[in-house]
Each structure stands twice: as structure tokens, then as C-alpha cells.
């Protein structure tokens, strides 16, 4: 690709919210000290509720106690937007890109949110459409996925959350994004093919070309072992 850049792309299994929080921060330090290129890190969560800034807990309808016997957690944490989920049957992609010199953070969302159209459509989903003033992918109106990002020092964290085949019930328990109008969905739900080696196959090839990244694969442990960081225990599914 002409003019690209390189960059890593991180595959992993299921890892708890909080570790991956912490290891996009150190990703981002090492990003900005130019210790390691642009990071596109595909994952899981267990289920966890995330609070963005402009967001609030009264969005989320049950207790932290409640929470825990359901084996779930909520965290307000330093991205923008409000009220989401993240879990099993969701791939979340997180992107630590350096905005400088050319790229524009407007321009990064955009991205972001076609990136999950592209990978809808390849799933063999039709009729999802990408939806720049809402930051969402959405079917007749109902909500394939979500972004949410934060800039500090000209570094992105954060990223995307596109449903594959999560229990839609996980989001009947909150009003995402501050929409309480606006229903969940997923690709399997909608009748595409949710595999997800296919769905982030797809996802992140459209990532790497629209932010004109010649891509390199990389494990977990050899990333953090370049950027000189610790790696978070990879719980459930480490083989993706």
C-alpha cells in the first residue's frame, strides 16, 4: 500500500476490563515515545458496563451487588461518549494510533464506525449502515455497534464495540449511549454469519487500510515484551 505506515495487529482471547484499560495506557505511553508503531489489539471482555465522561451510573438499572452475582462489573473509565457494554459474543477493538502529523480525530471515527459497516457487510449482513453523527452502526434503526475513544498527547485509546452474537439481554439493563429509544442488535440476530474469526478478519483489514497501515501480526506477550510493559493474563479463549 502506497504510503502506509506499519503497524501491529494484536489478537487475544478473553481479558478482564481493567487489565486491558491499564495496558492500553501503558500501550499508549510507549506509542507516544515512538517505542512501538500504531497498535490495532482485537479482544474480548467478560461482561462489564463502562461509564464514559459524559456519561452516568443512573444509565446502568442494577447495583454493583447485583452486578456480581450476575458475574458482571461497572467501571467509569476516561473515554468519551456514556453508558455500554462489553462481553462474550462482542468484539471490541481498541486502536492506539498517533493523530500527528496528518490524521484528524473526526476523520478516526469516521473510520472506526465504516470499519464495523465493512465488517457487517462481510458477514454477509446487508443494509447496515454507518452513522458518522450518531458514532454507531445501525440496522432500520437498530444498533450493531458503538465507539468511543479519548486523545491525550496526540495518542487514540479505545475504540469499538461491534456485536457478533451477545446475549441481547445484557443491554436491555442499561440505556446505551444515552439513546433509551434505540435497541440492540447483533449479526447473528439480523441473520448474518457471526464467526469471529471471519467478522475480525474482515474488521480489521478495513481498520489497516483506512488508516493506511501495512500490518504485522504479533502476539500479546511480544508486544508488551517491545514496549517494555507486563502482560494481562489472557482468562478464557486464548487460542483466536
Same mark, same amino acid.
Given at each position: 500500500m502506497a504510503g502506509a505506515q506499519p503497524g501491529l495487529l494484536v489478537r487475544t482471547g478473553r481479558i =478482564?476490563?481493567?487489565?486491558?484499560?491499564? !495496558?492500553?495506557? /501503558?500501550?499508549?505511553t510507549a506509542r507516544? @515515545?515512538?517505542?512501538?508503531?500504531?497498535?490495532?489489539?482485537?479482544?474480548?471482555h467478560p461482561p462489564v458496563y463502562t461509564v464514559g465522561?459524559? =456519561?452516568?451510573?443512573?444509565?446502568?438499572? !442494577?447495583?454493583? /451487588?447485583?452486578?456480581?452475582?450476575?458475574? @458482571?462489573?461497572v467501571h467509569s473509565v476516561d473515554r468519551g461518549g456514556q453508558m455500554t457494554w462489553h462481553?462474550?459474543?462482542q468484539t471490541t477493538a481498541y486502536a492506539i494510533l498517533n493523530l500527528r502529523p496528518q490524521r484528524r480525530i473526526k476523520r478516526v471515527v469516521g473510520d472506526?464506525?465504516?470499519?464495523?459497516?465493512?465488517?457487517?457487510?462481510?458477514a454477509g449482513l446487508t443494509g447496515a449502515v454507518a452513522d458518522d453523527a450518531s458514532v454507531g452502526v445501525y440496522r432500520q434503526g437498530r444498533k450493531l455497534g458503538s465507539v468511543g475513544i479519548r486523545v491525550q498527547?496526540?495518542?487514540?485509546?479505545?475504540?469499538?464495540?461491534?456485536?457478533?452474537?451477545?446475549?441481547?439481554?445484557?443491554?436491555?439493563?442499561?440505556t446505551a449511549c444515552g439513546a433509551p429509544g434505540v435497541p440492540a442488535t447483533s449479526?447473528?440476530?439480523?441473520?448474518?454469519?457471526?464467526?469471529?474469526?471471519?467478522?475480525?478478519?474482515?474488521l480489521a483489514a478495513s481498520l489497516a487500510g483506512r488508516f493506511r497501515l501495512e500490518?504485522?501480526?504479533?502476539?500479546?506477550?511480544a508486544l508488551c515484551e517491545r514496549a517494555r510493559i507486563a502482560a494481562p493474563a489472557v482468562t478464557v479463549d486464548a487460542a483466536v
Open positions: =478482564g476490563y481493567v487489565d486491558a484499560w491499564r !495496558l492500553q495506557r /501503558e500501550l499508549a507516544a @515515545a515512538e517505542t512501538i508503531p500504531d497498535v490495532l489489539w482485537l479482544l474480548e465522561r459524559h =456519561g452516568t451510573r443512573a444509565d446502568l438499572f !442494577l447495583s454493583d /451487588e447485583q452486578l456480581a452475582l450476575m458475574g @458482571a462489573s462481553g462474550p459474543g472506526l464506525v465504516a470499519a464495523m459497516a465493512d465488517a457487517c457487510a462481510g498527547h496526540g495518542i487514540t485509546t479505545h475504540g469499538v464495540g461491534l456485536n457478533r452474537d451477545p446475549d441481547l439481554e445484557w443491554f436491555a439493563l442499561m449479526i447473528a440476530a439480523e441473520g448474518g454469519d457471526p464467526d469471529r474469526e471471519r467478522v475480525e478478519q474482515v500490518i504485522t501480526d504479533i502476539s500479546l506477550d
